[in-house]
C-alpha cells in the first residue's frame, strides 16, 4: 500500500488542523493504520492509531482529549483532527499501515507515507 500524507501547515496556538492520509490500492481495510510524528532533534512517536473498521481507536497521552483518529474505508483515506494545538506538537506528522496483529501502537508498521509538516507559532 503506498500512502500519501497532507494537510500540514503553520497554524496559531489553540488552533486546529486537519491531517488527512490517502492510500492507494483495494486493501486498505485491511490496515489498521496509525500517524506518528518527529520533532527537531527528537525519535519518531506514537501518535494515534485505529482499527481496521475504525472502532478502536488509541491514542498518546500528550494528545488524548485533543487529537481524533478517523478513517472512511470507502474513500481509502485515514485522517487526524488536531485541536487546541500546543507547540510541542510541532513536528512532521507520519501516516502509517500495519497489517500486525500487536496492540495498535505497536502495530508493527510496515508502510509509510512522506511526512507532512505541521508547524505552531506561539
Not at 108 to 114: E, F, S
Amino acid at each position: 500500500v503506498q500512502l500519501q500524507a497532507f494537510g500540514g501547515g503553520l497554524v496559531q496556538a489553540g488552533g486546529s488542523l486537519r491531517l488527512s492520509c490517502a492510500a492507494s490500492g483495494r486493501t486498505f481495510r485491511l490496515y489498521r493504520m496509525g500517524w506518528f510524528r518527529q520533532a527537531p532533534g527528537k525519535e519518531r512517536e506514537f501518535v494515534a492509531a485505529i482499527s481496521r473498521g475504525g472502532s478502536t481507536t488509541d491514542y498518546a497521552d500528550s494528545v488524548k482529549g485533543r487529537f481524533t483518529i478517523s478513517r472512511d474505508n470507502a474513500k481509502n483515506t485515514v485522517y487526524l483532527q488536531m485541536d487546541s494545538l500546543k507547540f510541542e506538537d510541532m513536528a512532521v506528522y507520519y501516516c502509517s499501515a500495519s497489517s500486525g496483529t500487536r496492540a495498535l501502537r505497536y502495530g508493527p508498521y510496515d508502510y509509510w507515507g512522506q511526512g507532512t509538516l505541521v508547524t505552531v507559532s506561539s
